[in-house]
């Protein structure tokens, strides 16, 4: 069991494999918005957006999960001391309050919509014929934005793994690949 948790000098593969998939993911969904901005209600947005109902639910989960494994491997996880690391965990607290927010608050506004919702054929929500508006309300004023906000954050993430290794010569990547 010892070999499928988090150490302090790395993360075990259970983490690792939560975040890769879940970049992976991301990555497609990150695609798809863009593509829609970009180009507008096409077939290749078509293609990429059909699954993106499902792909959000799968990532909701997926965060969820990750969560709560890695709050079960505190203790053990890599540490991230001073100034710096205060700043990296501030980073990841709100990569992670945006990754339950912006599904979050579209699964709100689906059942709100009353429209039925079934990821993988598994019914969640019903069909209803009343609308509930104030289920919505936050869905459709924050869903789009948040979400571009959190590719944002995402992305900075990115950014930062890169300079720890470029220029302080920090390889914090070695520790979740």
């Known amino acids: 069991m010892a070999r499928w948790l988090d150490t302090p000098e790395r993360y075990g593969p259970v983490s690792?494999?939560?975040?890769?998939?879940?970049?992976?993911?991301?990555?497609?969904?990150?695609?798809?918005?863009?593509?829609?901005?970009?180009i507008g209600d096409t077939a290749l947005t078509r293609f990429v957006g059909s699954s993106h109902f499902t792909l959000g639910f799968t990532l909701f989960v997926l965060v969820l999960l990750r969560g709560a494994w890695g709050l079960a491997n505190l203790r053990r996880r890599p540490p991230h001391p001073g100034r710096a690391?205060?700043?990296?965990?501030?980073?990841?607290?709100?990569?992670?309050?945006?990754?339950v927010i912006v599904p979050g608050i579209s699964l709100l506004r689906q059942y709100g919509s009353g429209k039925g919702f079934s990821p993988y054929g598994i019914p969640l929500m019903?069909?209803?014929?009343?609308?509930?508006?104030?289920?919505?309300?936050?869905?459709?004023l924050f869903h789009y934005w948040l979400g571009f906000v959190l590719m944002?954050?995402?992305?900075g993430h990115v950014v930062m793994s890169?300079?720890?290794?470029?220029?302080?010569?920090?390889?914090?990547?070695?520790r979740m690949a």
Do not use: C, N, S
């Not at 939560?18 to 992976?24: I, P, R, T």
């Not at 690391?85 to 990754?99: E, F, N, Q, S, W």
């Not at 890169?162 to 070695?174: S, T």
């Open 16 to 38: 690792r494999g939560f975040h890769w998939l879940m970049a992976a993911l991301f990555a497609w969904q990150f695609t798809g918005a863009l593509l829609y901005v970009g």
């Open 85 to 99: 690391g205060r700043a990296a965990v501030a980073g990841h607290a709100l990569i992670y309050a945006l990754m």
């Open 126 to 140: 019903p069909v209803r014929d009343e609308k509930i508006a104030w289920m919505m309300i936050p869905g459709d």
């Open 152 to 155: 944002a954050v995402v992305l």
């Open 162 to 174: 890169v300079l720890h290794r470029v220029l302080w010569k920090e390889d914090v990547l070695a």
